[in-house]
């Protein structure tokens, strides 16, 4: 087999866990290596670090999906990988009676790097990251079909994805019956994504704890649920007895399914259609509860800087919107941007209109959302909700 021999330099990250080889840490390639072939990695002495595949125009040149020197990627180990990302989820309730919805594979946290397999009732939604993902596409379809026995799977694929990794992403139903929507449940609620509208794969998985924490705290208060895509934290601000609910997004067609969503639910919910930084600029300490989710702002560390600024603005905004002695939720989804950006942002956010922040608790993405404890890269989701006076 191929072996790629890194750096001496560059060997700590690795052998204590990351999943990552970067193309600037490798020594040379012994042997003749493709785009998605399978190579075992090995320090500078040699010594096997374990096995993945390699992407050849990427700057993540090898990700390992095994320590094992001689455990190859095939479908005994796809299939024991799913059901082990299926154990690992039944010890948080999921699936349930009440959530029929989550991430079953989300790459390197279930050891399968540039894989993400989603959950939406009887049909599964996939993503396919990687050249090497991509070309073992038919042993990762079986095996799902086997451990799961969807009733239909969709490819969802992006084309950037493809483009980056060179390899031509299929897109649409590949298996199984046709899909018009994603149905499914989440804490009770129930969802019908129409499958045009559908973002990513579909939903946001990841922000399920906020969610969560969201309706707890709603009671009784205004809430405005700013960059809601379909309003799934207004719903359950209302479920949780806020005293009004707004959900604010610039989507038109998000925001009839939102409608479509609060019938559905039996819920009162009140939708505006505009840019959330203008809507909530509107507003003067009007708001008990204001909750901001903007998309990534960081997609890359390069663009760090601007996209703090950026998110100083949301965060700006958000503060003038809620009421003093009020609460504010800032979420970034960008790994560039982790908590201490999220502080400094709403501490100078804040401190722009003369006000302070105190922050009272911080929240991630959920437990379907795995992280290796020796993959930082991998905690992209980080949420504040802070006190404001």
């Not at 969802?191 to 309706?215: H, M, N, S, V």
């Not at 919107?321 to 400094?344: F, I, M, Y």
């Not at 922050?359 to 020796?374: K, S, T, Y």
Request: net charge positive.
């Amino acid at each position: 087999m191929t072996q790629v021999i890194l750096k001496a330099g560059h060997v700590q990250p690795v052998w204590a866990g990351h999943p990552w080889v970067f193309a600037q840490g490798i020594e040379r390639i012994r042997g003749d290596v493709s785009n998605g072939a399978e190579v075992q990695v090995r320090d500078a002495r040699d010594n096997v670090l374990g096995r993945g595949l390699y992407s050849a125009h990427s700057a993540i040149a090898v990700r390992l999906f095994t320590r094992d020197a001689d455990r190859r990627f095939d479908a005994s180990l796809v299939e024991e990988r799913l059901r082990a990302a299926l154990r690992r989820r039944s010890r948080f309730g999921l699936p349930g009676p009440e959530t029929t919805g989550f991430r079953a594979i989300h790459g390197e946290g279930d050891g399968l790097p540039g894989l993400i397999v989603d959950v939406y009732g009887a049909a599964l939604v996939v993503q396919f990251g990687t050249a090497g993902m991509f070309e073992r596409r038919r042993i990762i379809l079986d095996a799902l079909e086997r451990v799961f026995a969807p009733e239909s799977i969709l490819d969802r694929t992006s084309a950037a994805a493809g483009k980056a990794e060179r390899f031509e992403p299929t897109s649409g139903l590949i298996a199984g019956a046709p899909l018009e929507r994603l149905s499914f449940l989440e804490r009770g609620l129930r969802f019908e994504i129409p499958i045009g509208l559908a973002q990513k794969t579909g939903y946001y998985f990841d922000q399920r704890p906020l969610r969560e924490r969201i309706e707890q705290l709603a009671a009784g208060r205004r809430v405005l649920d700013a960059y809601s895509f379909v309003g799934s934290i207004g719903l359950g601000a209302a479920r949780g007895g806020a005293a009004q609910v707004l959900c604010v997004d610039s989507s038109g067609p998000a925001h009839d399914t939102g409608r479509e969503l609060a019938a559905l639910n039996g819920l009162e919910v009140e939708w505006r259609r505009g840019d959330a930084v203008e809507v909530l600029d509107g507003f003067d300490r009007s708001w008990d509860l204001v909750v901001s989710d903007p998309p990534k702002l960081a997609p890359t560390r390069a663009g760090r800087e601007r996209a703090m600024k950026a998110l100083r603005r949301v965060a700006r905004s958000s503060v003038r919107a809620t009421a003093a002695g009020g609460l504010v939720s800032l979420s970034s989804c960008s790994a560039a941007l982790g908590v201490r950006e999220l502080e400094r942002a709403l501490a100078l956010g804040a401190r722009d209109l003369g006000r302070t922040a105190y922050v009272l608790e911080r929240i991630f993405q959920g437990p379907d959302h795995p992280v290796p404890a020796a993959f930082p890269e991998g905690l992209y989701l980080s949420t504040l909700i802070a006190e404001v006076e």
